[in-house]
């Protein structure tokens, strides 16, 4: 039907008329309660938001003269978190002249990775900033 017979049949009914697929030949539109509409949409779209995970950068805090079993613990708990999806963020502090020895932390970090190494993997590689040596760890999707 044409444009103003449709648009007279929607006020008639006191309802809107909305176009639903513009590039369609002819053009489609459909008469509703515009207002009804809206609120139907901003309820779907808040379901959605809500059903999506939001991955969240969790972080491990070490310091440079953390033994191994602390590190053990520190790994499955970092593991907990690579599981549940999340990112990691692995950061290891240096208090005072510790900060000379960045290979040795460094090689620390590495060997910190390679116990988790199966299930996830490496996204930013050790690197120092400031009085601190940070890298990050990634979930593998399975």
Do not use: W
């Not at 779209?45 to 969790?58: A, I, M, N, P």
């Not at 601190?132 to 979930?139: E, F, K, S, W, Y």
């Amino acid at each position: 039907m044409s444009k103003e017979k449709a648009q007279e049949l929607a006020t008639k009914l006191e309802l809107d008329l909305a176009e639903v697929a513009p590039n369609a030949n002819p053009p489609v539109c459909k008469i509703l309660d515009y207002g009804k509409y809206q609120y139907h949409q901003k309820k779907v779209d808040t379901k959605h938001r809500k059903s999506q995970k939001k991955t969240e950068v969790k972080g491990v805090r070490m310091g440079f003269k953390t033994g191994d079993h602390d590190m053990q613990v520190k790994a499955r708990q970092a593991e907990k978190f690579l599981k549940a999806g999340n990112s990691v963020k692995v950061s290891l502090i240096f208090k005072g002249r510790e900060a000379v020895y960045r290979d040795l932390a460094t090689e620390k970090m590495n060997k910190f990775f390679q116990g988790l190494e199966e299930i996830c993997s490496l996204e930013a590689p050790p690197k120092k900033q400031g009085n601190t040596m940070i890298m990050i760890l990634t979930p593998n999707k399975s």
